[in-house]
């Protein structure tokens, strides 16, 4: 999180009120890498450039142009320049320029929105107005996670039509909460090929608000994907669809009670759930993607993904050959992630070895991998998670290999601590076909298994007792 002030110019009578409250406006700039790399561009990569910081542009956003440090320096020049429009012009400064609309184009982050800021209406002292306008009517600067996923379901919810309405809200308490899945199937919720535009519009707000850049761009591309393999399936045309991903709202969006929502569709799955006095849930969280790497066709060669494969393979070639016997736990991968859906207590105890163990470049990589993640969330959920994780102690998280140590060939790998399961495989379609999941083990969908188990338990006891 960035936080740019306008250098404080001297006041002079003269000065309009909106002049100096624009000198004085700071604006929370939401510039982590991850939203820079990716507002505008997708985590596709071909394989061959596999390992460079280059993405390559998604057609939808080609049209935005992130720029990093001009944001806050733009601001300051204009600001600073307010001052001498209200005097006279600057010596330096060319006169004509006051007669003439120059673009200086600054895009900030706002509650996930983007505005353009035209200088001349920020020497005219509206800039409050131009980055109040911008945003979409639920917005706020400086909402809480909460607040911001509040604002922005209800305003998903009012965009829809009353049947439509009626059928993406579910109770909060309702069994369908918690049944996720990541292949093709029949969903609760409201579609988006059944959405209008503004609803879809509504949609997306909802996905940006709640994810980073580089989680939104993964979600539309993994939904893009369909269009792929319609292309490359015999019979794509009957079961690929790119609209048939699915909204729904559990409960009534409430920054102070308890509610959730969930996108899915094929290979995506992301779940969100808010219960006060207890951190904000975002697992499970699912991304898959067949074809992993698009072999054929005008995409051919981008690839789905790339970092959560390619970080691990340079880590597990780089694990000291003495941890090699603990790391590998199987010789070949298990065919599909473990911690399916209804199979979240199938792992129980991490295996592998503890990152403790590792040096510390490969130490490192193991939070980086970790934090690509973690990343996919919006900065300050993800800040959240991994504070989590190194409070509970990263020598408590294990990370175990299955399967040979070849991108080509099926492998697995996982990364198991007491606040997190990160599930990787990639066996299906020559190892062209990715499953990942990120779970929470005290927190998927906001439940502690632990408060639940005794809740069962508690509860049998005591239909034991009227029955007997």
């Known amino acids: ?14 000065t309009p009120p909106a002049l100096r409250n624009a000198r004085r406006l700071t604006l929370r700039l939401r510039l982590d890498s991850s939203w820079l790399r990716s507002t ?28 990093r440090g ?21 010596r330096h400064e060319p006169q004509a320029e006051s007669h003439h609309e120059t673009r200086r184009a600054v895009e900030c982050s706002i509650g996930g929105a983007i505005n353009m800021i035209d200088r001349r209406e920020l020497l005219h002292g509206t800039v409050v107005t131009a980055v109040l306008a911008a945003r979409p009517a639920w917005a706020q600067i400086g909402d809480s996670p909460r607040a911001a996923m509040a604002r922005a379901a209800g305003a998903f919810l009012a965009a829809l039509e009353p049947g439509q309405r009626r059928a993406a809200m579910l109770p909060f308490t309702q069994d369908e909460r918690l049944n996720w899945h990541y292949v093709p199937r029949s969903r609760s919720g409201v ?32 939904m893009k994907l369909e269009e ?3 292309q490359l399936e015999t019979f794509g045309g009957l079961l690929r669809d790119s609209e048939k991903y699915y909204v729904s709202v559990f409960g009534a969006p409430d920054a102070a009670g308890a509610w959730g929502w969930r996108l899915e569709g094929h290979h995506l799955s992301l779940n969100f759930t808010l219960v006060p006095s207890r951190a904000i849930s975002v697992t499970p969280a699912f991304f898959g993607a067949n074809p992993a790497e698009v072999p054929s066709g005008p995409q051919r060669g981008q690839r789905m993904l790339a970092d959560e494969q390619d970080l691990a393979f340079t880590l597990v070639r780089g694990v000291d050959p003495s941890l090699r016997g603990r790391l590998v736990i ?5 065919g599909d992630i473990v911690a399916g859906p209804g199979r979240a207590d199938s792992l129980k105890t991490p295996a592998g070895i503890s990152l403790g163990e590792l040096g510390a470049e490969q130490r490192a990589l193991a939070l980086r991998l970790v934090e690509t993640y973690a990343r996919n969330m ?16 990263v020598e408590n998280v294990r990370f175990a290999w299955a399967g040979p140590i070849d991108p ?6 996982r990364l198991h601590g007491p606040t997190l399961l990160i599930e990787y495989d990639n066996s299906q379609n020559r190892a062209n076909h990715v499953h990942s999941v990120w779970h929470d083990p005290r927190n998927d969908f906001g439940v502690d298994p632990l408060r639940a188990h005794y809740q069962r338990s508690h509860h049998r006891e005591r239909h034991k007792l009227l029955t007997a």
Request: charged share 20%; proline share 5%.
């Open 1 to 14: 999180m960035l936080t740019c002030r306008a250098p404080a110019a001297e006041a002079s009578p003269a």
């Open 40 to 67: 505008m561009a997708t985590s596709v990569m071909p394989r061959s450039t596999r390992d460079s910081p280059a993405l390559h542009l998604n057609d939808g956003t080609a049209g935005v142009r992130a720029i």
């Open 70 to 90: 001009a944001e806050c320096s733009t601001l300051k020049r204009a600001a600073a320049g307010s001052g001498r429009a209200a005097s006279g012009h600057s």
């Open 191 to 222: 579609a988006f090929k059944e959405m209008s535009a503004a609803g879809r519009a509504a949609a997306h707000e909802l996905i940006k608000i709640s994810l980073s850049g580089v989680g939104y761009a993964k979600a539309v591309n993994v």
């Open 228 to 230: 792929v393999l319609r």
């Open 330 to 334: 199987a010789a070949e991968s298990p």
């Open 378 to 393: 919006r900065a300050d959920i993800a800040d959240d998670e991994l504070r989590r994780m190194r409070e509970a102690g």
């Open 408 to 413: 080509w060939q099926p492998h697995y790998y």
